[in-house]
């Protein structure tokens, strides 16, 4: 039975949903542990539900780096004995932290911009999409375990397993030396209204095609009437019209709602690896050879400009 070790990650009280899908895939692989930067109490309820029979936390990290603080504390544990044949992170800032010091102090491999992993005996191999997700590569860590993976939010659909409250088991961040001494000074949060981008079961995103930054106002007020979240294209980001929380695609966010509606989007690789996993995609773009319409289950040929405001007209009326 294969030892699976999650690192959960908390946001307002609540795993994070990257979390959950990990813990949903873990379970299918072997007996799953979380792993806590922080205080478990509030989230090791729903961690069990999700299939962690275990959970270890550090406890109040005091302003230390959680990289720094977590990587030291599961050095420790396993250096008690408790290793894991595999641990998985997901792919975000705290994660990439975590797992790269993890790494050097395990001397160990790391894969990462996984999207699947699968278990047969003691061989454990992720699957990773190159060149734009048009080819997967599969690949088999060797060598001593615990092997380390990251994956992509939206790798696996979270489901309760109707796991009951997990055993809590306190691992205390060890001295950390020099280290130690780098402390979290203050937090900003990017204020939102709505749905989250890459939570929202509908996610409207807008693209070059819609001319200039005012006219982006069309794609939140659509969002907002359909109760959904705004997203954009790279290179509106880039150019400055809305922020890179906006962002969907391989260098932004990847997003699976169940419709995404494409306006003024042409349909660059990048973008569609972000979001082709949508349930229903629909596309609006004046060009009708625009990549994008290779994709979508819905196609409208036509001018931004002229469709959206007939498309809030009709919402509004509707009330």
């Not at 609540?14 to 072997?30: D, N």
Request: hydrophobic share 40%; net charge neutral; aromatic share 6%.
């Amino acid at each position: 039975m294969t030892n699976v070790w999650v690192f959960a990650q908390e946001s307002d009280g609540a795993p994070t949903s990257a979390t959950l899908e990990l813990l949903t895939k873990a379970r299918l692989l072997g007996t799953v542990t979380a792993f806590v930067g922080g205080d478990a109490s509030a989230i090791a309820g729903a961690l069990g539900e999700y299939g962690a029979t275990k959970v270890y936390a550090t406890g109040d990290l005091g302003g230390k780096l959680p990289g720094v603080a977590v990587s030291a504390a599961m050095k420790a544990v396993i250096d008690g004995g408790d290793s894991p044949d595999l641990i998985v992170f997901p792919q975000s800032y705290e994660g990439r932290d975590v797992v790269s010091r993890l790494s050097v102090k395990l001397d160990r491999t790391v894969l990462t911009n996984n999207v699947d992993v699968e278990v047969n005996g003691t061989t454990v191999t992720v699957t990773t999409p190159i060149f734009g997700g048009n080819v997967l590569v599969t690949t088999s860590f060797s060598g001593a375990a615990p092997y380390l993976a990251l994956f992509r939010p939206k790798s696996f659909v979270a489901e309760p397993s109707g796991g009951g409250a997990p055993a809590v088991v306190a691992a205390p961040v060890p001295e950390l030396g020099s280290t130690g001494a780098a402390a979290v000074t203050a937090v900003h949060t990017e204020e939102t209204t709505g749905p989250k981008l890459d939570e929202a079961t509908i996610v409207v995103s807008g693209g070059r095609g819609l001319g200039d930054a005012e006219k982006y106002t069309m794609i939140e007020q659509l969002a907002k009437l359909l109760k959904g979240a705004p997203g954009a294209s790279r290179a509106i980001v880039d150019a400055g019209w809305v922020p890179y929380s906006y962002q969907v695609g391989q260098t932004g966010k990847v997003v699976k709602p169940g419709v995404y509606i494409a306006c003024g989007i042409s349909g660059a690789t990048q973008h569609m690896v972000g979001m082709k996993g949508s349930k229903t995609i629909i596309a609006i773009n004046k060009d009708k050879e625009a990549p994008i319409f290779g994709i979508a289950d819905l196609g409208i040929v036509g001018d931004v400009h002229k469709v959206l405001p007939k498309l809030i007209e009709a919402l509004q009326a509707r009330g």
